[in-house]
Structures are given as structure tokens and as C-alpha cells.
């Protein structure tokens, strides 16, 4: 992966990340309508779909991803 942007709607609040290289950046963002990624990448792994999805919250329970 070259570089990954996102937006979070969390219970915590609502996040803007930036990754590129090994540099990673975190904001707060007030308004947001929908959660969303964006990978930039030459090649793209065939488990990314899998591993993102799995961590969609269901029921304000976590599906997939461990809660920090």
C-alpha cells in the first residue's frame, strides 16, 4: 500500500486518518455524513475487502476488529 485516507464515524467521535509510508496522521473532524477508505496502492491484496468489512459495526458491538 502506497497510501490510505480515511474517515471514521466512531462512538467516540468522528476521525480523519491519513497513512503514507510509515507516517501516520489522526484529526478530529466535526461533521462527517458516512464513514469511507481510500487505498492507494499498485497492487491490491485480494483479503483487503474481507479484513476491512469484518471490522463493520454491527449493533454497537464490534464484528471483527478489537476495541482500544
Known sequence: MDRAKAVFITERGIYGYNLAGSTLSEIE???????RIEIIAEHIEADWETALLACLLSDYRYAGCARQ
Do not use: F
Request: proline fraction near 0%; glycine fraction near 0%.
Open 29 to 35: 473532524i466535526d461533521d462527517c455524513a458516512e464513514s
